[in-house]
């Protein structure tokens, strides 16, 4: 095939441009490919379904009989080992699931500052 000279130029500005929007596109244009998109979609629902059981999680931990045991054993455990004692509390597994989450459970430790908290609630005592 024969390409006429006067279109060559025009060719090749169109390729040369084809390529020069591409790679700003995805470099500095916030493109991204199916795989990419899909990954990122993962992990934000994974971490909106984390937060969204936190609540739950600091009910469980508020509603427990045996709260100050397990609250004293937390804080007995050192800080690498704090989220596998809340996990072994029970506070991490959510209603309907059949073992803990350790992210459920990084996020309610988080939530729940141990070192702030007192031992025991101080209830108000009325004198009148």
Not at 4 to 32: C, D, N, R
Not at 63 to 75: C, G, H, Y
Not at 90 to 109: F, H, M, R, Y
Request: charged share 20%; proline share 6%; hydrophobic share 45%.
């Amino acid at each position: 095939m024969n390409i006429p000279e006067w279109l060559k130029p025009g060719l090749y500005g169109a390729v040369i441009g084809a390529v020069g929007v591409g790679i700003v596109g995805f470099t500095w244009g916030g493109w991204v490919t199916g795989r990419s998109a899909q990954d990122r979609a993962m992990t934000m629902s994974h971490d909106n379904v984390v937060a969204a059981m936190v609540p739950v999680c600091l009910d469980i931990a508020r509603t427990d009989p045996d709260r100050a045991a397990k609250l004293s054993a937390i804080r007995g455990a050192s800080r690498y080992q704090r989220q596998d004692a809340l996990m072994e509390a029970g506070w991490a597994t959510v209603p309907g699931a059949e073992s803990p989450d350790c992210d459920i459970a990084q996020a309610c430790l988080a939530s729940l500052d141990v070192d702030a908290m007192p031992e025991q609630p101080e209830t108000a005592v009325d004198e009148g």
